[in-house]
Every structure is written in structure tokens, then in C-alpha cells.
């Protein structure tokens, strides 16, 4: 999208990226906000001592999405990753704005990055993100059945990997 443009957060949009994932997150068919994630998420500052915020901004600055990418090792926000990869986590879209190719322009963001450490990406989703998958899989990630997590009694998380 070319009226679109991604970067590293400001502390003065932590607030909506916050928000913003709350909201996108709230749209799925079943709670994914269960056990204190929706104060982890809504902790932007927090998260960002130890991830790269990003966020998707249109022609007047305004957050239109946002993404959490992870390469500190010793970050709490990578998990369930091997220690070559990288992470990608909480992709989220202003439901005002979906269908606009922001969350793709976000996940490509990701992969350059990866690219650039020269380290495979992974992500996990659920069941109810369909629409995310279909991405992940359009970019050429690769569904990875034995990387998936099971033991929550909400949902399964499903893994993907891409490899530069």
C-alpha cells in the first residue's frame, strides 16, 4: 500500500496500539483475552522495553494497525521459539480499516527484519484468526503442526514459520 507506511511506535501512540489490539482481538469468536492478557496487551510500554512496537500509519500519522516483533532472547514475549528464530506477535488491524493490506504491510515489515538477522520467523495463531492464516500462508510461511501448542483448554496454537 503505498499510502501506507510502517515504523517503530511512539510513546505517545502506545495508548491506541494498546487499544487498538484490544479492539481487534474482542472481534474474534471466542475470548482471547482470558487470564490477563488484555493487561499484557494494553502494557505497550512495558513490552517495548524488550520488543520492537510497530506500527502501520496512514498519510496523516494516524496508527491504522500494529505488530509486536521479537529478537532479545531474553525477552518474556518470545516463546515456544528455537533460539535461532525470531517472533512475531500481536498482529492486529483497526476494524475500521481491515481489507486494506495493513496487516500484510506489517508481517513483510517482520520478514525484512528477519531477513536482515538472517533468522526464520515464527508466529502462533488460533483456530479463529482464518483470515490471518491465509495471509501467513499467501507470504509463503510454512504451517508447522509440530511446533503447535496444546495444553490451554480455550484453543490450540497453531504454528508457522518463514525462513529467509
Do not use: N
Request: negative net charge.
Amino acid at each position: 500500500m503505498s499510502d501506507i507506511a510502517i515504523r517503530a511506535a511512539r510513546v505517545d501512540e502506545y495508548e491506541r496500539v494498546g487499544r487498538l489490539t484490544i479492539d481487534a482481538y474482542s472481534t474474534l469468536e471466542r475470548d482471547h483475552l482470558w487470564g490477563g492478557y488484555d493487561a499484557e496487551i494494553l502494557d505497550v510500554a512495558g513490552r517495548a522495553e524488550t520488543t520492537e512496537i510497530l506500527v502501520a500509519v496512514d498519510a496523516d500519522d494516524h496508527v491504522l494497525g500494529a505488530c509486536t516483533f521479537v529478537s532479545d532472547r531474553s525477552s518474556p514475549w518470545i516463546e515456544w521459539s528455537e533460539p535461532d528464530e525470531v517472533q512475531l506477535r500481536l498482529l492486529a488491524v483497526d476494524t475500521a480499516v481491515r481489507a486494506r493490506g495493513i496487516g500484510q504491510a506489517l508481517v513483510e515489515e517482520c520478514m525484512e527484519r528477519a531477513r536482515e538477522l538472517g533468522r526464520p520467523l515464527l508466529l502462533h495463531t488460533t483456530p479463529h484468526m482464518e483470515p490471518a492464516q491465509r495471509l501467513y500462508e499467501r507470504l509463503g510461511f510454512v504451517r508447522r503442526t509440530d511446533r503447535d501448542v496444546h495444553g490451554f483448554p480455550e484453543f490450540p496454537f497453531l504454528a508457522y514459520r518463514w525462513k529467509p
